[in-house]
């Protein structure tokens, strides 16, 4: 019996390959093709989900790069406006300043005159109480009984000749 394992048969050997190509036949009839079909079919899905994912990939890399562009034009709006809110900071502050300074003149020049207002009265006042003390003490020194009317046409007189006789000193 031991040695029939060693041996080969030649019966074994047909009866084993005629089993093979039956075999081989069968399989190629009715599993290969849909296994290969199957094989296809995933290797196609596969294929498409890597185009898929490659056109998801691209979508994903134009979205970034839209929003870094949009990013970039929002800083560059946000430093306009920026810049534009500085101007005009700066526009309403002189226009304030200028306000305030032609404000200032103005009150400068109505007090320049109030004072020289100020100052014409205080000489028509004084030239009236120097026409009084003048006629006081010519009445005085001469004696004379002129009428009040005349003296005061005398001084008056005087004081209108006074400056120009000051200048010719």
Known sequence: MGQNLVQPN????VWTLVTFVLLAFILRKFAWGPILGMIEEREKTIREALEESKRAREAA??????????????RAEAARIVTEGQK???KIRSEI???ARGEASAV???GRKQIEFETKQ?????KGTVVDVALAAASKLIHASLDD????????????????LQKSH
């Open 10 to 13: 030649l019966g074994l050997i």
């Open 61 to 74: 890399d134009e979205a970034l790069a839209k929003q870094k562009e949009m990013m970039t034009r929002a």
């Open 88 to 90: 005009e900071v700066e």
């Open 97 to 99: 300043l200028e306000k």
């Open 108 to 110: 400068l020049e109505q």
């Open 122 to 126: 205080a000489i028509a006042q004084l």
């Open 149 to 164: 009317a005349k003296h005061r046409q005398l001084v008056e007189e005087y004081l209108e000749e006074l400056p120009t």
